[in-house]
């Protein structure tokens, strides 16, 4: 059974940094393409962040581009997001997602149970 | 970038009603584009990817149909279990994107 469990959030000062992690298991980690994506309280889904299978290339939203980076640990099956310079807007469910290559493109077909990140003094 | 536009932005509407909801995109996307279904307080789950293709596992009642810029997911007659929100997101270009999303509520 696939499994993405997210851990390390919770409240961090504006301003602050924080450390995402995401353990993966019940698949070949090192196989797929993966991402975060977030969600703002009572708000939509806004893609953040994508990286390779290898860790090679890594994509990210405008909104987080310079402040966040995507990274993975293949052997150690785990997939993280550090965040710094963070502001009230950052606040969010943030997803671990495993990205799925099809005859037809690519879709996000696994999804952690997500983390909460508040960003408040 | 890609902007995903959905219409509504909410729907009300019965057990048993065939309900309709579109997604635009800012430019042509082929049919790189998904569907998923939220629930309260729970992770989005993938309904249809490359427009019209049904994830397994997924009801039959659900379609989805389109291609270029305009797309459109289909419940051909809603149960209990269907009122969620709904999102399209386009994979096109490699800066993904999600519409803004359309609640569904019962009537």
């Known amino acids: 059974e696939v499994q993405l469990v997210e851990s390390g959030g919770g409240l961090v000062q504006p301003g602050g940094s924080l450390r995402l992690s995401c353990a993966a298991s019940?698949?070949?980690?090192?196989?797929?393409?993966m991402n975060w994506v977030r969600q703002a309280p009572g708000k939509g889904l806004e893609w953040v962040s994508y990286?390779?299978?290898?860790?090679?290339?890594?994509f990210y939203a405008d909104s987080v581009k310079g402040r966040f980076t995507i990274s993975r640990d293949n052997a150690q099956y785990s997939l993280s997001l550090q965040m710094t310079s963070l502001s009230p807007e950052d606040t969010a469910v943030y997803y671990c997602?495993?990205?799925?290559?099809?005859?037809?493109?690519?879709?996000?077909?696994?999804w952690g149970q997500g983390m909460l990140v508040t960003v408040s003094s | 970038d890609i902007q995903m536009t959905q219409s509504p932005s909410s729907l009300s509407a019965s057990v048993g009603d065939r309900v309709t909801i579109t997604c635009r995109a800012s430019?042509?996307?082929?049919?790189?584009l998904n569907w998923y279904q939220q629930q309260p307080g729970k992770a989005p789950r993938l309904l249809i990817f490359?427009?019209?293709n049904l994830e397994s596992g997924v009801p039959s009642r659900f379609s989805g149909s389109g291609s270029g810029t305009d797309f459109t997911l289909t419940i051909s007659s809603l149960q209990p279990e269907d009122f969620a929100t709904y999102y399209c997101q386009q994979t096109s270009s490699t800066l993904y994107s999600f519409g803004q999303g359309t609640k569904l509520e019962i009537k």
């Open positions: 490359a427009a019209s």
């Open positions: 019940g698949f070949t980690f090192k196989s797929y393409e």
């Open positions: 990286i390779t299978a290898s860790g090679g290339t890594t």
């Open positions: 430019q042509a996307i082929n049919t790189y």
């Open positions: 997602v495993r990205e799925r290559a099809s005859a037809g493109g690519v879709e996000f077909d696994y």
